[in-house]
């Protein structure tokens, strides 16, 4: 996927060029690297606030509350019960038996 999304960046930066001149080029080049900054900064913060494991794992540096229980019986059950809704809503269904083709027309 990466690979395809980088080659057609690479075919609309040689369109844009061929067509529009350097300056399509240039104004690509700013906008990856926009991109890329606020891509970066992004993935920090989403690691920093939502990182369960470095919350948990004191050897990998958390700090966890002394009162705050690591407890995963809650999400489990409500898993156990969306698996089992899913289950009871995309069963496999019966297969129809066929009729022969002489009894389909009249």
């Known amino acids: 996927f990466v690979v395809g ?3 057609d960046f ?3 930066a040689v369109a844009s060029k061929v067509n529009l001149g350097w300056e399509m080029v ?3 080049a700013v906008l990856v690297v926009s991109a890329k900054i606020v891509l970066v900064r992004t993935l920090g913060l989403l690691k920093r606030s939502a990182s369960i494991v470095d919350y ?3 050897e990998l540096g958390g700090k966890p509350d002394a009162d705050d229980p690591y407890e995963l019986q809650v999400p489990l059950t409500c898993m156990q019960r969306r698996a089992e809704d899913a289950r009871k809503t995309f069963k ?3 297969k129809i038996p066929e009729q022969p083709l002489q ?3 009249p």
Request: charged fraction near 30%; include cysteine.
């Open 103 to 105: 009894e389909k027309i």
């Open 5 to 7: 999304c980088f080659a």
């Open 92 to 94: 496999p269904q019966e």
């Open 26 to 28: 240039c104004l690509g």
């Open 56 to 58: 948990w794992r004191e």
């Open 10 to 12: 690479f075919a609309m």
